[in-house]
């Protein structure tokens, strides 16, 4: 092989691995971007939001007034992602914006083992979960169940008396789905049922 054919392949093979170390970098500044993208994409659609504890929700709950001249009906529905049996106590509740409500979930681990799991809730209309206020809510972190264990959820809210007036139904729709890896793999006593 005379050198201008080696030149060429040598100047071919460094431009390869040019190429190739510009895709490696593209790839990882995608994948290091991909985790804020996609929550701002759930923050504007308003789907798969995990939920976090708002600070001043309680300050905001108790200089509240009750708008007791109109009132909203809030649905609740309960979806699962697994081997679980979830569902609310009620399916709907009427109240005043601004009033205290605490209403419960029954989560049931249906699996021979302990199980984790998130609740992510989704609000209808999309624009009524600004005003959806959470002070105490089972979806604000990861929840464990040992194997059969069935426990009881509070959430405990408020709708915001600025809801615009339009809107007089709210549907909070939470879906409960397993964190795989999250429970322990043994217990040290068999569970009981709650």
Same mark, same amino acid.
């Given at each position: 092989?005379?050198?201008? #054919?080696? +030149?060429?392949?040598?100047?071919? @093979?460094?431009?390869? !691995?040019?190429?190739?170390?510009? =895709?490696?970098?593209?790839?990882?500044?995608?994948?290091?971007?991909?985790?804020?993208?996609?929550?701002?994409?759930?923050?504007?659609?308003?789907?798969?939001?995990?939920?976090?504890?708002?600070?001043?929700v309680e300050r905001r709950a108790r200089n509240t007034q009750v708008d007791?001249?109109?009132?909203?009906?809030?649905?609740?529905?309960?979806?699962?992602?697994? #081997?679980? +049996?979830?569902?609310?106590?009620? @399916?709907?509740?009427? !109240?005043?914006?601004?009033?205290? =409500?605490?209403?419960?979930?029954?989560?049931?681990?249906?699996?021979?083992?302990?199980?984790?799991?998130?609740?992510?809730?989704?609000?209808?209309?999309?624009?009524?979960?600004?005003?959806?206020?959470?002070?105490?809510?089972?979806?604000?972190?990861?929840?464990?169940?040992?194997?059969?264990?069935?426990r009881r959820f509070p959430v405990v809210f408020f709708v915001d008396p600025?809801?615009?007036?339009?809107?007089?139904?709210?549907?909070?729709?939470?879906?409960?789905?397993? =964190?795989?890896?999250?429970?322990?793999?043994?217990?040290?006593?068999?569970?009981?049922?709650?």
């Amino acid at each position: 092989m005379g050198e201008a #054919p080696r +030149r060429s392949a040598a100047s071919s @093979n460094r431009t390869m !691995v040019r190429k190739l170390v510009v =895709v490696a970098l593209l790839m990882f500044g995608f994948g290091w971007a991909l985790v804020p993208i996609y929550r701002k994409i759930c923050e504007v659609t308003g789907i798969n939001l995990l939920t976090t504890r708002d600070a001043g929700v309680e300050r905001r709950a108790r200089n509240t007034q009750v708008d007791t001249s109109r009132r909203i009906v809030v649905e609740f529905d309960a979806n699962r992602q697994g #081997p679980w +049996r979830f569902k609310p106590h009620v @399916n709907h509740v009427e !109240v005043h914006p601004g009033e205290l =409500v605490h209403v419960d979930y029954d989560l049931v681990n249906l699996e021979a083992r302990p199980m984790a799991g998130q609740a992510i809730p989704s609000y209808a209309p999309l624009h009524s979960a600004r005003y959806f206020q959470k002070l105490e809510c089972f979806c604000f972190e990861q929840q464990t169940l040992a194997a059969g264990e069935t426990r009881r959820f509070p959430v405990v809210f408020f709708v915001d008396p600025e809801l615009p007036r339009d809107v007089t139904q709210i549907t909070l729709s939470y879906t409960f789905f397993e =964190v795989p890896g999250a429970a322990p793999k043994a217990q040290a006593a068999a569970p009981g049922r709650s």
